[in-house]
Nanobody, 129 residues
């Protein structure tokens, strides 16, 4: 049973920055994926960014086009924490952001929520214009 706890959401003005944290516990697999999804009101959940990991090594990182160059997903290995550093935030980035864990992911499916077995409770990010 993997447990994920997000933190770091909040309210910022357009152009500002936030960093989200996802603290993971209970994972026993070397090979796995940890990613961030978001869901805005009346919209479907959207994959934002994901890390593909094997032990201490990050194999790949994936980003949705709308955040590429503005968001960075990273990992603090000793603490089993995955971060989403968000800059140049836009009002359209406003959503509840969820951390998610999958036993495997790749370039063809990292953005599909069905791939992920465990989810955090979500953290609100609000960007005002």
């Amino acid at each position: 049973q993997v447990q994920l706890v997000e933190s770091g959401g909040g309210s910022v003005q357009a152009g500002g920055s936030l960093r989200l944290s996802c603290a993971a516990s209970g994972n026993t697999r070397s090979r796995h994926c940890v990613g961030w999804f978001r869901q805005a009101p009346e919209k479907e959940r959207e994959g934002v960014a994901t890390l593909s990991i094997n032990g201490d090594i990050v194999l790949n990182d994936y980003y949705v086009d709308s955040v590429r160059g503005r968001f960075i997903i990273s990992r603090d290995n000793p603490d089993n924490t995955v971060y989403l550093s968000m800059s140049s935030l836009r009002p359209e980035d406003t959503a509840v952001y969820y951390c998610a864990w999958a036993p495997y992911c790749g370039s063809v499916n990292w953005f599909q929520s069905s791939v992920y077995n465990y989810w955090g409770q979500g953290t609100q990010v609000t960007v005002s214009s």
